[in-house]
């Protein structure tokens, strides 16, 4: 199975069937028939996990990776302690989107309205060590977001323009800020980044700014192995959480009536 999935062949729970009840007569099992129990212990023992394939990754050649990894970065944050070593990234958020599956009765037709595609554009950036986390930016269409009216001060850095993502003039404030911070601080810091248009280089006398390799993305930035889901994970629930406090205010409104 491993030789399969690494050379790129899917691998789910109807291959493995499939697969167990060919070799089962050979085995000496005539009749043996796969079921999903079977298949779930199978996975069980054998530590198999079942995840969302991602094909950009295939292409990008290994040795370049091992030699970033193990040669390239390391002399690149020689002089950099891991609390001074920051990495970012940007990720797209359906922000009023709502989960698209539900449980419901067997028989009845789950009608639900039109899904919002709203989507902002959110910069993360955080130390190697997760002991620091830098106010993220949020960037959208609206100039002027109702969500923010009245409020003293927002947990986010707020910018906006026509498509709802990154700019290299948004980069550039980011870090022309983020040097001015840490040039009060008497503080030398290694970013992190991903070699995009949107992420140009400018001189700063604080921050060292370090690219990923073209196109290996997929493979080096370290946010992508899980900070960018988790952050996401933890906004659904939230978002899960308004909608069910709406859902019921409203009902006891409409009960009152």
Same mark, same amino acid.
């Given at each position: ?137 949020? &960037? ?31 980069? &550039? ?38 690219? #990923? ?32 406090? #709406? ?11």
């Amino acid at each position: 199975m491993s030789t399969s999935a690494s050379n790129g062949l899917p691998i789910n729970t109807v291959v493995l069937k499939e697969k167990a009840n060919e070799l089962a007569p050979s085995c000496g099992y005539p009749d043996f028939i796969a079921s999903n129990g079977f298949i779930d212990r199978f996975k069980t023992r054998n530590e198999v996990i079942f995840q969302t394939i991602h094909g950009e990754a295939n292409g990008v050649p290994e040795q370049l990776c091992e030699d970033w990894i193990n040669v390239k970065l390391p002399e690149l944050v020689k002089n950099f302690e891991p609390k001074d070593i920051f990495n970012g990234d940007e990720f797209g958020l359906f922000w009023r989107m709502p989960p698209n599956k539900s449980f419901i009765i067997r028989g009845q037709k789950f009608k639900s309205g039109k899904k919002s595609k709203e989507r902002v554009a959110v910069l993360i950036c955080a130390n190697s060590l997760g002991t620091e986390k830098l106010k993220p930016i949020v &960037i959208g269409r609206s100039r002027e977001p109702r969500c923010f009216r009245g409020k003293a001060a927002v947990p986010v850095v707020y910018k906006n323009n026509s498509n709802s993502w990154m700019t290299s003039e948004i980069f &550039i404030e980011f870090l022309q800020n983020l040097n001015k911070k840490m040039r009060q601080n008497d503080r030398k810091i290694a970013l992190i980044i991903d070699n995009c248009s949107a992420h140009p280089s400018i001189p700063l006398s604080n921050v060292k700014l370090i690219y #990923l390799p073209p196109n290996a993305t997929s493979r080096l930035q370290a946010m992508d192995m899980g900070v960018i889901h988790t952050l996401k994970s933890h906004y659904r629930q939230r978002l899960v959480r308004r909608m069910l406090a #709406l859902f019921e205010t409203n009902n006891q409104f409409n009960t009152k009536d």
